[in-house]
């Protein structure tokens, strides 16, 4: 692989299930982040990694959580999912502070 | 706090027109400023960036961008748009925090090119 990849592409989950979204990137980016998209909104930052071992809080961080156990992997969790978390979610990496971000292919959510 | 703002839903052109899609930012400090292409079913690309230097920064698949400090706006712009650009464009900022950064994206902007 080459770049971030992102699984699953879709799913389809009951509301108050657990579920966790998986990010794995190859290029040894240091930050990590997890945003989400929605209609007429953009794109909102739900949490970051600076480095492995360390994250942070976005704009949108309530009712998910992230580890970041080493540089490569970046789950995100939806402890219960709610109707309101049906949404687009985006992983995303950077090299460093004056670069752009490398975006994987996108998870859609839908809490039914 | 940083913001980008894009008054335009939509950019409706023909083909083998010039196009430009509309950014304007609110930053305080010097702005650090991207520009990003999503194509149906897919992640946000990378087009082009503004940190330092001339104000017209040339990006992939022949855009560019015109940073225009006085009027702090950042439009996108192409000579000549094809239909594979039809797609949605996203601008963002950089926004610094207490120990992070990230990018503040604006709302987006469908561009349809007709042929």
């Known amino acids: 692989i080459a770049g971030i990849t992102q699984a699953p592409t879709s799913q389809i989950l009951a509301a108050g299930r657990r579920m966790t979204l998986r990010c794995t990137q190859d290029m040894r980016h240091n930050a990590m982040y997890w945003y989400r998209q929605d209609l007429g909104l953009g794109l909102r930052l739900i949490h970051y990694s600076n480095t492995a071992g360390t994250t942070g809080k976005g704009e949108v961080p309530d009712g998910y959580s992230v580890s970041r156990a080493n540089t490569d992997d970046f789950p995100l969790t939806l402890a219960s999912a709610v109707p309101s978390q049906t949404s687009v979610y985006f992983c995303?990496?950077?090299?460093?502070?004056?670069?752009?971000?490398?975006f994987g292919s996108g998870t859609r959510l839908t809490v039914v | 706090a940083q913001s980008v703002a894009q008054p335009e839903d939509q950019v409706n052109v023909a083909e083998g027109n010039p196009l430009t899609v509309k950014c304007t930012y609110s930053?305080?400090?010097?702005?650090?400023l991207f520009w990003y292409v999503q194509y149906p079913n897919r992640g946000l690309q990378f087009l082009l960036k503004y940190i330092t230097g001339d104000n017209l920064v040339k990006g992939s698949y022949g855009f560019e961008a015109e940073f225009n400090k006085s009027q702090t706006s950042f439009h996108l712009k192409k000579p000549s748009a094809l239909v594979s650009d039809s797609a949605l464009y996203f601008c963002?900022?950089?926004?610094?925090?207490?120990?992070?950064?990230?990018?503040?994206f604006g709302t987006g902007t469908r561009l349809l090119v007709s042929p």
């Open positions: 930053v305080s400090g010097n702005p650090y």
């Open positions: 963002a900022v950089r926004d610094e925090g207490t120990g992070f950064q990230k990018l503040v």
């Open positions: 995303a990496s950077r090299p460093g502070i004056n670069y752009g971000y490398t």
